[in-house]
């Protein structure tokens, strides 16, 4: 019986490692989205990998492990964040120490991709992340970066899908005003807009 | 001309990211479409929130470092059993309760049958006369061997044996 039992243990262990072998770049990358840092990212990776794996016998086949462990990692945050109350807000009108709108102003060609790693872009735009609030940020990682619907999201952050819509276009807004030196410029723009 | 021009981006404003989510249809999908036309300002609007998105989707997928995956192993390993941790959250609150009951039944004094005096026969078979004695559907009576001063048998019509 105890042997029955430690090899129960042990599938359930190691159907659990498969899964999370299987999603956790991507699980990795929204809380690095989240957090902005990979030490917190890792954090809190593990702390929502360890919550799932309490809860793992109520996993059911045909749920998406992603989408499972999702929930709980954005829920972890969330709460973490608002125990916390810390966040740095920047100005709309001084953009930090550092940060320079003006440095997309030569380079006019390459595709997105180049821009982002030559420019630093994909810091800019995790600047901008960092300044929303952390259920603002929750749902434009959500939706922008792991490509939710606004359904999903709602079952995700348990909150209608009004209050899904309005915060992600208010984030949206955000940070479009923060970095619109940078989207205006025309190697971002080739064939872009809808 | 400029502020009428100025409210109808206003309210259009609101409805650009659903248009950029395709989640408009039908009259007011099209109403945007038209607006976008003929206005520079929410055209460029659009292309900064479709050029933010893309920006997004775009972003280097980040590692954990080496560490992660060891350190999280390690910490699996010292968690408790999925299952029976599950099970233990669900039925230890359950069996608490059922003992908390079984526990408070045993203590709790039982209700002592009320001892009534005992009822003479005389009493009894007076009281049942005047009752038979009422009876709606025969208007008779029976009595007891021993105190017959009316007909053994009473007639009760359909409600009789």
Known sequence: MA?????KEQDDREAFELLVAKHHLQLYRAAYRLTGSGEDAEDLLQEALLEAFADFAK???GTRFDRWVLRMMTHTYI???????????WSL????EGMDTEYLAADGSGDPQQLIEKHGLAERVQMALDTLSSEHRAVVVLSDIEGMSYEEMAKVLGVPMGTVRSRLHRARERMRQMLSPTL???GLRSGRAR | MRVDQDKVCERLRTELQDY?????????ERRVQEHLEGCPLCRRELEDLSCLVAAMQELPTPRPSADFWPRLQARLAA?????SAWKLRVWLPAAVVAAALVLLALLLPRPQQPVLPPVPLESYVSEHFFVAGNHAMSGRV?????????PRRVDLGDDGP
């Open chain 2, 79 to 83: 968690a408790p059993r999925p299952s």
């Open chain 1, 3 to 7: 042997l029955l039992s430690r090899r």
């Open chain 1, 184 to 186: 205006a410029h025309p």
């Open chain 1, 79 to 89: 709460d973490s964040r608002r125990k916390r109350r810390v966040q740095a807000i």
């Open chain 2, 142 to 150: 029976f009595l007891p061997p021993g105190l017959q001063q009316a």
């Open chain 1, 93 to 96: 009108d001084s953009p930090p």
């Open chain 2, 20 to 28: 950029l989510d395709g989640r408009l249809h039908g009259a007011r």
């Open chain 1, 59 to 61: 996993f059911r086949p």
